[in-house]
């Protein structure tokens, strides 16, 4: 027997939040065709700060955010070429579900969109609808 899972509607875009980095209301992308998720960053540094390796990241709200809970991972670009990235994990909040997740640190800045959101958080939380948008996760 199979335990049923209340799951959430979804559109193709939604406003999402990130609450650990106070970064609220980004416009993201639901893409089933990628398998993970991106966030727009304006500038990444790797330093050493009190001799840790930190990374320091301005994501659109401008402040410099620091994380020394990273690894670097290739990632396959929207081009189909693969780059490394950094990724780091934190929460993420579509609708009223806050899920933690990794999400990969990019430059989209040439692209829509600063937060693409992929499958692997979308599996077994999600439904999504792609003639919808700005839903606000739904409960179904």
């Given at each position: 027997m199979t335990k049923m899972h209340s799951l959430n509607l ?95 640190l990019t430059d989209r800045a040439s692209m829509k969109y ?27």
């Open positions: 979804i559109g193709r875009r939604e406003f999402v939040n990130f609450p650990l980095l106070n970064i609220e209301q980004l416009v993201a992308k639901i893409d089933t065709g990628a398998y993970t998720c991106a966030i727009h960053c304006k500038q990444i540094d790797l330093k050493i700060i009190e001799k840790k390796e930190t990374l320091c990241v301005k994501f659109l709200d401008d402040k410099i955010h620091y994380f020394t809970d990273f690894f670097k991972k290739k990632i396959k670009n929207s081009f189909s070429e693969m780059e490394e990235r950094f990724v780091i994990k934190t929460i993420i909040q579509v609708g009223q579900k806050k899920i933690k997740t990794s999400i990969s600063p937060v693409l959101i992929g499958r692997r958080l979308l599996k077994g939380k999600f439904i999504v609808d792609v003639n919808l948008i700005y839903t606000n996760g739904i409960i179904i």
